[in-house]
């Protein structure tokens, strides 16, 4: 998931093709449905993304109530309306109408903790979960931002390598050279410090087990003389999320393919190439996300890229969740304040019905 903020932004005002009183504010590369004459232009209002939830008052406020996702009709999800997809909510919160919105802007102002908005996170089914342990050496995973929210992450022209993104749960390993010690956890318990106690029934450790993550870790350790290494990949599988893949999630071989790299030596932070990283994962034994696209940046390919049929099972068995894009040689982004790194999401992803969302 991206992280969650809620920020004023200019808006640009397109008509609905198919809808006489609907027209789309576009924010970054967002669109979402607005009722027609609501704003023009060059407007300022406040933009709140999907995964949030909204208190009650703030719902009724902008007359929703009864009409978002979840069982308390609290949740912001993409939707079609009319035919055209709407992500996100464009609002002018009477909480906020004395504020200058540009100034906010430029300012860089979340209004998430003023307006009572929340991400959500659903809850973890029970093997997906397990004993927790305290391990300050683990190494977390990071928040991958929209590409449609920091459209300028990238220069056009700038070569970039894409994989695919798939639709699991995120698995951390982290190899911790001077003890020999290994931690796994998930996203949202690695963010908090915490790792998995070893357990043969937990998803995490199935995984890393099956398929050789400690042994590859320690070798990569001492290939690049790391004290620590983060092997960061995704689980999947019937059992894990809605899309499958033509795994078993619940089997002691899960699907699990790896998509980063990161080497800790002497207090350095390393994240290994997006153009090195699969010839690495090969000669490690260990399975790489599938690489979609690779060449200059271009918005419009990997928003198409983003689209159609998963890879990974060769044989299309469903929908694609979209594609994650790093510049072929890791760079900092000013745009983000850290890694270059952002994600294009496919529309059909977003609407499909009975989606399910773990970490």
Not at 347 to 353: E, G, P
């Amino acid at each position: 998931m991206s992280t969650l903020r809620v920020t004023a932004e200019q808006l640009t005002i397109h008509p609905h093709p198919d809808a006489d009183a609907l027209e789309l504010a576009q924010v970054g590369l967002f669109h979402a449905v607005v009722a027609k004459g609501a704003y023009r232009t060059g407007d300022w209002a406040v933009y709140i993304p999907e995964s949030a939830l909204l208190p009650e008052d703030l719902i009724d406020e902008i007359g929703l109530t009864g009409k978002l996702a979840g069982s308390k009709r609290n949740r912001v999800k993409a939707i079609r309306l009319r035919g055209e997809i709407s992500q996100g909510i464009v609002c002018s919160p009477s909480q906020l109408a004395d504020r200058d919105l540009e100034a906010e802007h430029e300012a860089g102002t979340d209004f998430s903790g003023e307006l009572g908005v929340t991400k959500w996170v659903p809850e973890v089914p029970l093997h997906m979960s397990g004993e927790l342990l305290a391990a300050p050496d683990l190494l977390r995973w990071i928040e991958i931002e929209n590409a449609k929210r920091y459209p300028d992450t990238f220069t056009p022209g700038e070569p970039v390598v894409a994989t695919e993104k798939i639709h699991g749960t995120a698995c951390l390993f982290t190899f911790v050279t001077e003890s020999g010690e290994g931690f796994v956890s998930s996203k949202g318990q690695g963010a908090k410090n915490l790792a998995l106690a070893f357990s043969d029934d937990n998803l995490y450790w199935k995984a890393v087990t099956a398929y050789g993550v400690p042994e590859a870790a320690r070798k990569v350790a001492e290939r690049f003389g790391a004290d620590r290494v983060g092997v960061f990949g995704e689980v999947f599988g019937s059992g894990v999320q809605d899309l499958a893949y033509g795994e078993t999630g619940r089997s002691d071989r899960p699907g699990y393919t790896v998509f980063d790299i990161r080497l800790d030596a002497d207090g350095t932070r390393t994240w290994i190439d997006a153009a090195d990283l699969p010839a690495l994962l090969e000669e490690m034994g260990l399975p790489a996300a599938p690489q979609v696209y690779e060449g200059p940046y271009d918005e419009a390919e990997l928003l198409a890229a983003a689209q159609g049929k998963e890879t990974w099972s060769g044989g299309g068995l469903h929908l694609r969740e979209g594609v994650v894009v790093r510049p072929a040689r890791e760079r900092f982004s000013r745009v983000l304040g850290g890694r270059a790194i952002t994600k294009f999401i496919s529309d059909a992803y977003l609407t499909r019905q009975g989606g399910t969302e773990y970490d």
